[in-house]
């Protein structure tokens, strides 16, 4: 039987701290921090992903990347096959309402499916992971809890809540025992942790000044380039500073609009639900004021970037 304590490392503040201060020892060592990478994050955060890897590799923690593959490219070559990815797109219902694409399967098919699966690789030879005892450590904080939910996957590799199989109409899942292979019941072979919330009941911005006051880099805000929870100061920056990301996003934004063949109503990148090339790209602050007449009294950024967590990392 294999146990082990792994990471699921997003590359933000609160999971950069996680695995920093189990390199300092002030965590259990752990076996592997594990990175799903997109192929499609900010230059700034693959850079801030060596910089973590030279601390991880002193400590003897592997740090491993794994990947499904290129998240951009994927959408456009899937585009009339039927397994197209789907953003958390903002859609325009015919009323003019806004809402947004609940039922996204980019984050779990290109994050949390291959954390998984390198999860059971690093458990041993093929199997050996239902007989296996994991620690999963994500790096949800204290203003986050309402993110914990545990694993729900049994050692026979059948999910936890009972469900209905959309081939067959039978039943799936687990009751008392699991109804597809009749084990004697539910028994997780992995285990949801928490550490910054049940050990050390620490806020996002706890874990900031945790890694500031020990001596380390704060790491960019990590997600896609293109991911439709960017906020507006994300779009400026790529707008004025990365100008073939934004003319990706925008092409890519154009395209989601008519040909991502999951939806039935026109998909948007931009939150207003506008097309990105057109979007309203200033802060609240700078917006308020410029429509009173004003000059902005203040600088600071206050349009928000997408949650932390938001991928399930």
């Known amino acids: 039987m294999t146990n082990l304590i792994v990471e699921s490392l997003g590359g933000g503040w609160q999971s950069s701290a996680l695995l920093l201060m189990s390199c300092r020892g002030e965590l259990p060592k752990l076996d592997a921090a594990i990175f799903a990478d997109t192929q499609n994050e900010m230059p700034e955060t693959y850079e801030y992903l060596d910089y973590l890897r030279e601390h991880a590799d002193a400590a003897g923690i592997p740090l491993i990347t794994v990947t499904k593959g290129n998240l951009e490219q994927d959408i456009y070559a899937k585009a009339h096959k039927g397994s197209q990815p789907t953003p958390p797109l903002r859609l325009r219902k015919p009323d003019g309402e806004l809402s947004r694409v609940n039922s996204y399967t980019c984050s779990y098919d290109y994050k949390r499916r291959v954390v998984t699966a390198e999860v059971k690789r690093l458990c ?99 997600a896609c380039w293109h991911c439709p929870n960017r906020g507006n100061s994300h779009w400026r920056d790529l707008r004025d500073n990365k100008p073939d990301l934004w003319e990706r996003s925008c092409a890519l934004d154009d395209f989601v609009r008519h040909d991502l063949n999951l939806l039935k109503l026109p998909g948007f990148i931009h939150q207003s639900g506008v097309a990105l090339r057109d979007a309203d790209l200033r802060s609240r602050v700078q917006q308020r004021a410029e429509d009173e007449g004003q000059e902005p009294l203040f600088s600071e950024e206050t349009d928000m970037d997408c949650d932390a967590g938001v991928c399930f990392t």
Do not use: F
């Open 124 to 222: 041993g030879k093929p199997g050996e992971w239902k007989r296996s005892n994991v620690q999963q450590w994500i790096g949800y904080t204290r203003d986050e809890m309402s993110r914990m939910k545990p694993d729900l996957e049994c050692r026979c590799g059948h999910a936890k809540t009972p469900t209905t199989s959309k081939r067959t109409g039978r039943p799936r899942g687990h009751l008392d025992g699991c109804r597809e292979c009749r084990c004697d019941g539910w028994r997780p072979w992995r285990t949801n942790r928490w550490p910054l919330i049940t050990e050390l009941g620490m806020t996002r911005n706890d874990c900031a000044r945790w890694l500031t006051s020990h001596g380390y880099r704060l790491p960019p805000r990590s």
